[in-house]
């Protein structure tokens, strides 16, 4: 069963750091590509970030461009998200997805696979 873990969540002061990290299966995640969503209260969950399988192209929200940067180490199946200059408006759960192929998507129909969340936090 395909399984993703976030970690990293937590509470930081506008203008903070976090780096949030997805765990994922071995024998799956160095075949798709990867993103990161978020949902704040009473929201949708909207894209925040999209990697390919082997990391070579990447998408981001316009809102979090400059300040977030996603990544990944196929070696420990990890997804990475680099979150700096945090704002309030930041503030949410975070979700790291799997797509349904290879290539870099923004469309939440594409990733088929979720964690289960990690809360951020932002103090203005």
């Known amino acids: 069963q395909v399984q993703l873990e976030e970690s990293g969540g937590g509470l930081v002061q506008a203008g903070g750091s976090l780096r949030l990290s997805c765990t994922g299966s071995?024998?799956?995640?160095?075949?798709?590509?990867m993103g990161w969503f978020r949902q704040a209260p009473g929201k949708e969950r909207d894209f925040v970030a999209a990697i390919s399988v082997v990391g070579g192209d990447t998408y981001y929200a316009d809102s979090v461009k400059g300040r977030f940067t996603i990544s990944r180490d196929n070696r420990k199946s990890t997804l990475y998200l680099q979150m700096n200059s945090l704002q309030h408006e930041d503030t949410a759960v975070y979700y790291c997805a799997r797509n349904r192929g290879p290539a870099a998507t923004m469309t939440k129909e594409d990733f088929i696979v979720w964690g289960q969340g990690t809360q951020v936090s932002v103090s203005s």
């Open positions: 071995r024998r799956s995640f160095g075949t798709y590509a």
